[in-house]
């Protein structure tokens, strides 16, 4: 069993440890199918150094990166050995160099730069929560297909072995008839500052649109349609 007391590793610890776990080890020949794409990412945090690691694993590196804080971008970039750095968004939305960008910020801007990005034609993955509701969705949907791009969302769970297997097995009727599924998913964040983005409602924290949309997500997975309502 393990200690009760010990201090849980934060997701930046964890995924170094796991990268470092694979390193040297060969990566799958076949594992990218389509013409390489020239990525840029938005934002320098946890998940822009998971982009840029995972894609160092396969060989491949971000072409570009755009931060709002310039030095931390600069840092980044040098850290990866990535070749742009845009002192503007506005200035990576204009490079035709740059085929998809990945927004990794936190969900309450990601409207905002979903809205330019998709605009100036790129294909773009952005970070769960896609945008804080479905009017904001509906907006950069209609913006993607006006400009005929590709617009995702980063929900990792529906990409991983084990819920694909799920449903691969629900399909083929291994289940029977479901009639309820339960969820449980949590993470561990310090309690305490009421100013961070995890609690701060200014900034569209919350347990629900930071970590929810993975049981949700996953438990559309085992529904045959879209539910009209969500009773909290």
Request: glycine share 6%.
């Amino acid at each position: 069993m393990a200690d009760s007391k010990q201090a849980p590793i934060d997701a930046a610890a964890a995924a170094k440890a796991a990268f470092a776990s694979v390193q040297d080890k060969p990566f799958p020949d076949d594992i990218f199918t389509a013409p390489e794409l020239h990525w840029a990412v938005i934002g320098c945090g946890v998940i822009a150094n998971q982009m840029a690691q995972s894609l160092a694993l396969a060989g491949r590196k971000l072409a570009g990166v755009a931060n709002r804080t310039l030095s931390k971008a600069q840092a980044f970039a040098e850290q990866y050995g990535i070749e742009k750095v845009y002192d503007t968004v506005e200035d990576l939305y204009a490079d035709p160099g740059i085929d998809a960008v990945y927004i990794t910020t936190p969900h309450n801007t990601h409207i905002t730069y979903l809205r330019a990005a998709l605009a100036a034609g790129k294909h773009v993955l952005c970070e769960k929560a896609i945008t804080l509701n479905s009017a904001e969705l509906d907006e950069a949907r209609a913006i993607a297909a006006e400009h005929n791009v590709v617009l995702m969302d980063a929900t990792t769970v529906l990409h991983m072995p084990l819920y694909q297997e799920l449903r691969r097995r629900m399909d083929a009727g291994e289940f029977g008839r479901m009639n309820l599924a339960q969820l449980n998913f949590g993470s561990y964040k310090e309690y305490g500052d009421l100013t961070n983005r995890f609690y701060n409602r200014n900034l569209a924290g919350g347990a629900m649109l930071d970590i929810g949309v993975y049981a949700l997500s996953v438990m559309r997975l085992f529904m045959a349609s879209q539910p009209a309502e969500v009773v909290s």
